[in-house]
């Protein structure tokens, strides 16, 4: 039931018609019992500033933000949270009524919600990271790592100029390649924050027979949710995770910033999003 006083998000994208987030976060608040609706935008390309600008003083809760908005997302905000501004990106802004617009970003705290959950011996301390990729993803990846206490991220990337420009954001932890081969056989973690794979096809390269034996390797695409890479991982026994507990793990600490309360475990968001996505694990 929509009321007067439903409490309005959603999320922002161009295109948007593929997320999976009105799903998720609409079954969320049934299941809450809360009078909320989550819907999806699809601003112009060249219009995200004005559309962002016009939710100014709270006419909605907030709104996720995905490609190609998030670095616009940043942009407009006046207040940030660390990781936001450690990413150079936002997927969350939040329209507080006092006027100002909040820019968060949750995805790196996704990524690591997705590994306590598939990987949960690993521990980021442990050793370094090596990260695939030098795009918005792998900002936030890079950001959260070292957050949590990695001592070192290796950033691989087939545009070196990118990874070098990503490492000089952050501080001497952070190095640039591009290639995985010498920063591999001592990654605990590697992940892929490339688009290999997304839509089937291959995955990035990694010099499988030097990693170590209990290497997590992770991946962030979820279409398809057992991707090229993460197959090649499990073929020689490794722990994996998939980008789909990550889509879980941004949403749940956005939903408690758009809604104000911890989405309810009862509901298995896994298998309402497999059934979604017409897959199996
Ligand atoms: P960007 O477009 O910002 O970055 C893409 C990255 O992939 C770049 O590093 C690019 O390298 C690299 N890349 C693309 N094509 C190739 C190729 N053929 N060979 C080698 N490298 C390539 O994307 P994002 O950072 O926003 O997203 C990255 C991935 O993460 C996407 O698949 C996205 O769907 C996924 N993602 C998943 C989330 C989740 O919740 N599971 C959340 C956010 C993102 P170069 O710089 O050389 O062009």
């Keep these: ?60 809760a907030g709104i996720n933000v995905t490609l190609p908005f998030k670095q616009q997302a940043l942009a407009v905000a006046d207040d940030f949270s660390d990781l936001a501004r450690a990413a150079g990106a936002a997927n969350l802004l939040l329209f507080h009524e ?58 691989v990337n087939r545009t070196l100029d990118r990874a070098e420009q990503l490492a000089q954001a952050f501080d001497s932890r952070v190095r640039a390649l591009d290639r995985a081969d010498r920063a591999a056989p001592e990654a605990v973690v590697v992940i892929n924050a490339t688009s290999l794979g997304l839509g089937g096809g291959s995955g990035p390269d990694l010099p499988w027979s030097s990693v170590a034996d209990s290497v997590v390797i992770m991946d962030m695409v979820y279409t398809p949710l ?27 600490p956005a939903f408690e910033a758009l809604f104000g309360q911890a989405p309810p475990l009862q509901l298995d968001a896994r298998r309402l999003l497999l059934n979604a996505l017409g897959q199996h694990l």
């Excluded at 009321?3 to 309005?8: D, E, L, V």
């Design 226 to 252: 057992r991707t090229e890479f993460l197959a090649a991982a499990q073929t020689r026994g490794l722990t994996v995770v998939d980008g789909l507990e990550m889509l879980i793990g941004q949403a749940i």
């Design 98 to 155: 006092n006027g100002r617009i909040e820019a968060r970003n949750t995805d790196g705290e996704g990524m690591m919600r997705a590994l306590a959950v598939q990987a949960p011996d690993y521990n980021p301390r442990s050793g370094p990271a090596v990260v695939l990729g030098a795009g918005g993803a792998a900002r936030g990846a890079v950001a959260a790592l070292l957050d949590a206490g990695a001592p070192e991220v290796t950033v």
């Design 1 to 60: 039931m929509i009321s007067a006083k439903t409490r309005i998000a959603g999320v922002a994208g161009a295109p948007v018609r593929h997320s999976l987030s009105p799903l998720l976060h609409n079954a969320w608040l049934e299941a809450s019992g809360i009078d909320g609706a989550y819907v999806a935008f699809c601003p112009p390309q060249d219009g995200f500033d004005a559309f962002a600008q016009g939710f100014r003083g709270g006419a909605i």
